[in-house]
């Protein structure tokens, strides 16, 4: 059983790319050169150079003490809160902009949903002298205000959209619009492990690093690069793609990925996508989403701006169908009161993504010797205002 790409851009049934044919050529381009790009020597020097005095990597494996006494069991937290620009979007952005550079491209477009892909995306767009606009929907714009400013300042047009529900999947929506009709100078950074043929593949190679580190960490502190358990939470799924990357095969190490519930499963205001979805097509990929019988695409809902999106990307389909990644799910209440316990317990404010991964350590029974990592993808700074709004802390 493999669970990365096949030759073709599968995983299992899913992925691919279902495009329309003014997107071909984009697509195509980037298929038939990014492994060479990203393969050779001079790319990998620059990557790993940035990502050390730019990013701040290695991130820290930090011993959860309280948190550990408190779950019976030994959490390590993977600190990607620490990269510059406060989540693990970098990563991949700093990748993708070196990929852009060497491609001849000199305009950069992305969508965003909690803002932290947008403003990494604009970070390296800054750093790098590239134009660069942001796609946000209406929202997610005005209750992830920050960094919508933030992008700003880093020179940044940010576009809302308007359409639908006006959130992550409505953003993509208008900027694959805008790339069919900018394709030749213009690179599209996406930001999770979703889209058309190669990006999931894509994105999961540069967010590898995360379960890279994760082992040679592991290793230091106990002994074993193999935790028991890898967790973290998924939306599209860039974050759970680079802490899961290197324990695929690794059968022995269980994976959870953690879904937002939103106000409950049954609610009509979820996006736990692999309980509530079907195989269908979105945004290019073959993929599991939550859609009507008709094929419609349900609207999505989580208190995280970064989780709700109807769909997530086909690796986490196939790790979903083939059972090699024990998915749950996490409510909103459930997330917020497992951020507030993280933050006074250990003193981090996680973001509300994270804090989604935080809550299945008190959905699975644990060992007292289970050596868990949970991949704490982003902090808190951003959330301020929804924590301030939930209010029972």
């Not at 495009?19 to 990998?44: D, G, S, T």
């Not at 767009?125 to 929907?137: I, N, T």
């Not at 308007?162 to 900018?182: C, F, P, V, Y």
């Not at 250990?346 to 050596?371: C, M, R, T, Y």
Request: charge should be negative.
């Amino acid at each position: 059983m493999s669970y990365l790409v096949d030759k073709n851009g599968y995983y299992g049934q899913f992925g691919g790319a279902f495009i329309p044919e003014m997107l071909h050529p984009n697509v195509e381009e980037l298929k038939e050169n990014y492994l060479q790009i990203i393969e050779a020597r001079e790319f990998q020097e620059e990557f790993a150079q940035l990502l050390r005095d730019y990013v701040g990597r290695p991130t820290p494996l930090y011993f959860a003490h309280r948190l550990s006494e408190h779950h019976n069991a030994k959490i390590y937290l993977k600190r990607e809160d620490l990269c510059h620009t406060g989540a693990h979007k970098v990563n991949n952005t700093i990748g993708q902009i070196i990929l852009a550079k060497k491609l001849g491209k000199n305009k950069v477009i992305a969508e965003t949903g909690a803002g932290q892909h947008g403003v990494a995306t604009a970070t390296v767009c800054a750093l790098m002298g590239m134009e660069c606009v942001v796609y946000m929907g209406k929202i997610d714009m005005e209750r992830q205000r920050p960094n919508v400013e933030r992008m700003r300042i880093l020179g940044a047009t940010v576009v809302p959209a308007t359409s639908g529900s006006q959130t992550l999947k409505d953003a993509t929506n208008e900027a694959m619009r805008h790339w069919i009709s900018n394709p030749l100078d213009t690179h599209y950074i996406i930001g999770s492990v979703v889209g058309p043929h190669p990006y999931p593949d894509m994105v999961a190679r540069f967010q590898s690093v995360i379960s890279e580190e994760m082992k040679l960490q592991l290793k230091a502190a106990t002994g074993n690069e193999e935790p028991n358990y890898v967790i973290a939470c998924v939306g599209g799924g860039s974050n759970a793609a680079g802490a899961f990357y290197h324990y695929l095969d690794a059968e022995e190490v269980k994976l959870v990925a953690v879904e937002a519930a939103g106000k409950g499963i049954n609610s009509g205001e979820s996006a736990a996508t692999c309980v509530l979805g079907k195989a269908g097509v979105l945004h290019g990929s073959k993929t599991l989403l939550m859609q009507t019988e008709d094929g419609q695409v349900i609207e999505p809902y989580s208190i995280s701006a970064g989780l709700d999106y109807p769909g997530i990307g086909p690796m986490h389909a196939h790790l979903f169908e083939t059972g090699r990644v024990k998915f749950e799910n996490a409510t909103d209440e459930e997330a917020m009161l497992a951020g507030i316990e993280l933050s006074r317990l250990e003193g981090i404010i996680p973001a509300i993504e994270s804090a989604h991964a935080l809550a299945a350590l008190s959905k699975i029974s644990f060992k007292p010797d289970d050596v868990v990592v949970v991949n704490l993808s982003g902090r808190g700074d951003k959330d301020l205002e929804t924590y301030i709004r939930w209010g029972k802390y």
